[in-house]
């Protein structure tokens, strides 16, 4: 992993910490921060995860929430963008937030809509 990157994702948790502590969200600002220190940092992340992507107009969170379940009934370690923050500056924080310092992820799957 790249200097760049370990920075960003120092970079990324703290904001969201900050964020966290200033009752701010702190969703899409630490990945948009993260993605300007590292543009490809997502990239680098998501290559460890098998990601389910879910898109469309309508059922989105209905069909997210149904695969964490049948994920977690089966005891697959995953994580969600519950937060809503489906932009990629959101999605790059959620990455960033089950991950060490040195870009392992922690998880084996990535629920994403």
């Given at each position: 992993?790249?200097?760049?990157?370990?920075?960003?994702?120092?970079?990324?948790?703290?904001?969201?910490?900050?964020?966290?502590?200033?009752?701010?969200?702190?969703?899409?600002?630490?990945?948009?921060?993260?993605?300007?220190?590292?543009?490809?940092?997502?990239?680098?992340?998501?290559?460890?995860?098998k990601s389910i992507a879910i898109t469309g107009t309508n059922?989105?969170?209905?069909?997210?929430?149904?695969i964490e379940e049948a994920f977690d009934k089966s005891g697959?370690?995953?994580?969600?963008?519950?937060?809503?923050?489906?932009?990629?500056?959101?999605?790059?924080?959620?990455?960033?937030?089950?991950?060490?310092?040195?870009?392992k992820m922690r998880k084996e799957y990535a629920v994403i809509?």
């Amino acid at each position: 992993m790249s200097l760049r990157a370990v920075i960003a994702i120092i970079v990324c948790k703290a904001l969201r910490l900050l964020s966290r502590i200033l009752k701010r969200g702190g969703t899409a600002l630490p990945g948009r921060y993260a993605l300007k220190v590292c543009p490809q940092l997502l990239s680098v992340l998501a290559k460890d995860v098998k990601s389910i992507a879910i898109t469309g107009t309508n059922g989105k969170t209905t069909t997210a929430r149904m695969i964490e379940e049948a994920f977690d009934k089966s005891g697959k370690s995953f994580f969600a963008n519950r937060s809503g923050a489906n932009l990629i500056s959101g999605i790059t924080t959620e990455f960033v937030m089950n991950c060490s310092i040195f870009g392992k992820m922690r998880k084996e799957y990535a629920v994403i809509e």
